[in-house]
């Protein structure tokens, strides 16, 4: 059952307008019919899913959010209804010839770069990748560069997820000799404050030039129990990736803000660079926003905005940071 249900999603196929059998209302049962979606769309060999499935099982959190408590407020179905083609419209060969994978974009400069001359891609959509299925959440840093390591790929440097936004991809601007010397959490601060001081001025969302409502999947709301997070308490209450044709940046990139929050990598010296093939890595960011900005703005999430170290550590620390509206995408670096 949980296998015809999983290619039924992954074809866009109509399902019948009742509850997911049993078996997939539980965690375990909806991250089996999440590991057939990624197998078939992202053609994972038998070794690359069995490692997926080993770093989901250490978790014990990890996947598209409690079902006991998660109450979405739109269904697969409602998505597939209004994205293009069902969500394979979302699709492009010439993106998939450069990038290596289904649903990936080409980060560059369109200003002064074709896409053929991108040297990384980023994933069009929040983990799992697919249109039209829910994000994965409660992961930690740690994790999602695991993940990514495990499908080819890696987790973004911060400038890239903020070029994808903004829809050019800048050269690295990391102020490395504000960080010389000082404590993660001081370095962080340096060079946050002068990087957002100078972009403030030019500040912009995927889609514009400013806040919209109504355009991102940001009109959710918290579970009534949600006062300080956990797992029991906290519903993972986002929307379908691609729900919204709409949040798009003008590199092709979706629910960049709203849905997930993600993590990303924010390096704190050369060394540091997952675009440089790092795999030490820096301090973890925080991108983009979550599924009640229309309702509550709890912080700045224009594209080239960085956050605070909320919640900091090591990307590669076993205590890094998990919560109910928190995932990731991946990057992956063009050969």
């Given at each position: ?6 290619l ?16 997939a ?15 078939t769309v992202h ?7 069995a ?6 099982a250490?978790?014990g959190?990890?996947?598209q959010?409690?079902?006991?408590i ?11 209804a ?5 969500g394979?419209?979302?699709?492009s ?7 290596g ?8 400069d ?38 990514c ?6 987790l ?46 030019l ?14 999947a940001?009109?959710?709301?918290k579970?009534a129990s ?18 919204f044709p ?7 990139v ?6 997930a ?17 790092s795999?030490t890595?820096?301090v ?14 709890a ?7 960085r ?9 590669m620390?076993?205590?890094s940071h998990e919560?109910y ?10 050969d």
């Amino acid at each position: 059952m949980i296998r015809r249900l999983a290619l039924a999603l992954v074809l866009g196929l109509t399902l019948p307008a009742v509850a997911l059998p049993a078996v997939a209302q539980t965690l375990a049962g909806n991250n089996e019919v999440l590991f057939e979606q990624l197998r078939t769309v992202h053609r994972l060999s038998p070794a690359e899913l069995a490692r997926i499935r080993e770093i989901f099982a250490r978790s014990g959190y990890m996947g598209q959010g409690n079902p006991a408590i998660t109450r979405h407020p739109m269904s697969t179905q409602q998505c597939a209804a209004r994205a293009p083609g069902g969500g394979e419209g979302y699709a492009s060969r010439r993106n998939e010839r450069i990038c290596g994978d289904r649903y990936m974009v080409p980060l560059y400069d369109p200003s002064r770069e074709q896409a053929s001359d991108a040297q990384a891609c980023i994933d069009q959509f929040e983990f799992p990748n697919i249109p039209c299925t829910y994000p994965v959440v409660w992961v930690k840093a740690v994790e999602a560069a695991q993940i990514c390591a495990a499908m080819g790929k890696r987790l973004c440097d911060a400038h890239e997820w903020e070029g994808a936004c903004a829809g050019a991809l800048e050269p690295p601007d990391y102020r490395f000799d504000l960080a010389a010397g000082a404590s993660a959490s001081t370095a962080v601060n340096r060079m946050r404050n002068e990087h957002n001081a100078r972009n403030e001025p030019l500040r912009s969302w995927a889609y514009g030039t400013s806040y919209l409502r109504g355009i991102c999947a940001a009109a959710s709301e918290k579970s009534a129990s949600c006062s300080g997070g956990g797992f029991r308490n906290c519903g993972s209450n986002t929307y379908p990736t691609g729900s919204f044709p709409g949040c798009v940046s003008a590199l092709g990139v979706y629910d960049l803000h709203g849905n997930a929050a993600e993590h990303m990598n924010l390096p704190l010296s050369p060394s540091q660079m997952a675009s440089r093939g790092s795999t030490t890595l820096g301090v973890t960011e925080m991108k983009g926003s979550w599924f009640i900005f229309d309702r509550y703005y709890a912080h700045p999430d224009w594209c080239r905005w960085r956050a605070p170290f909320w919640h900091g550590s090591a990307v590669m620390s076993p205590a890094s940071h998990e919560n109910y509206h928190l995932g990731f995408r991946c990057c992956k670096t063009v050969d």
